[in-house]
């Protein structure tokens, strides 16, 4: 086990940066090193040797080269799936920051059935409106679907299901 955490420590957790995943990912998503240059203002040999690093720290190609552009492989494929989270916790954790700052001003998105706006809901939003005046509230009309479990997944809304539904916990 000290092995293994020695050589993560050595090989990816010094070695592997987040700028070298997010130019990873805008040279997938343009397909092109030339144009993902472009796109982040930087030269394609800056480009190259990101993507040369990350390789080497992973041991393994990301890229399949081609005169038509780059495609990923699956072992990018793999690593942008989960650099999808962890870009996604990273901007959670700055919206955490803002929201600690000033928890006065913020935005709270709410899923609900139709039929719980009017009474429950309204009543809940004109109390923290008055409390909290800053603070933008959007309703969204969600109907107890596999829609409603993405939504939340997504963190596109909270629900108002939930028995412990506050909104003041989950202002973003």
Known sequence: MAVARAD???RIGRRLKLRDLHILSTVVQWGSMAKAATH????????SDAIANLEEVLRV???DRSSKGV???IYANALLKRGL???D???QGIKDIEFLSNPT???VRIGCSESLIPGFLSAIIDRLSHRYPEIVVHVVDVQPTATRYRDLRERNVVSCWEESFNPLW???
Do not use: D, H, S
């Not at 982040?40 to 480009?47: D, G, K």
């Open 8 to 10: 993560w420590e050595n």
């Open 40 to 47: 982040l203002a930087m030269t394609q040999p800056a480009i």
């Open 61 to 63: 190609r990301l890229l």
């Open 71 to 73: 495609v990923p492989t």
């Open 85 to 87: 989270v962890v870009f």
């Open 89 to 91: 916790e990273l901007r």
């Open 105 to 107: 001003v913020g935005e």
């Open 170 to 172: 989950t202002m973003k």
